[in-house]
């Protein structure tokens, strides 16, 4: 199974893009897909998830900003991004099937990441 992430690019402070990401291969559904991202020098955060149940949880500097959406079948997983910050930037990464809980992530599958550079 593999993960294909798409929709990154370049944009100015305030605009927006929209990032997909598609799984392939030997799959039906999973439990949940998120994004995730690494700005330049710094750690991977969560940025969102979304659960087979249909609930979302988002990390706190892109509340409000940012929604996370599935396909029903939760193979598939988008996520808009409106008045981007240049603190957004970052390579953006697709992951899905969650080993652990909702409250401590653990994704075993990733995608490549995406890069998304937001200029002031």
């Known amino acids: 199974v593999q993960l294909q992430a798409s929709g990154g690019g370049s944009v100015q402070a305030g605009g927006s893009l929209k990032l997909s990401c598609t799984a392939s291969?030997?799959?039906?559904?999973?439990?949940?897909m998120g994004w995730y991202r690494q700005p330049p020098g710094k750690e991977r955060e969560l940025v969102a998830a979304?659960?087979?149940?249909?609930?979302?949880k988002y990390g706190a500097s892109v509340k409000g900003r940012f929604t996370i959406t599935a396909n029903n079948a939760l193979n598939a997983v988008s996520l808009q991004m409106n008045n981007l910050k240049p603190e957004d930037t970052a390579d953006y990464y697709c992951?899905?099937?969650?080993?652990?809980?909702?409250?401590?992530?653990?994704?075993?599958?990733w995608g490549q990441g995406t890069q998304v550079t937001v200029s002031s």
């Open positions: 992951a899905a099937d969650n080993m652990g809980t909702w409250s401590t992530f653990h994704f075993a599958l």
């Open positions: 291969g030997k799959v039906s559904s999973f439990n949940a």
């Open positions: 979304i659960t087979s149940g249909g609930s979302s």
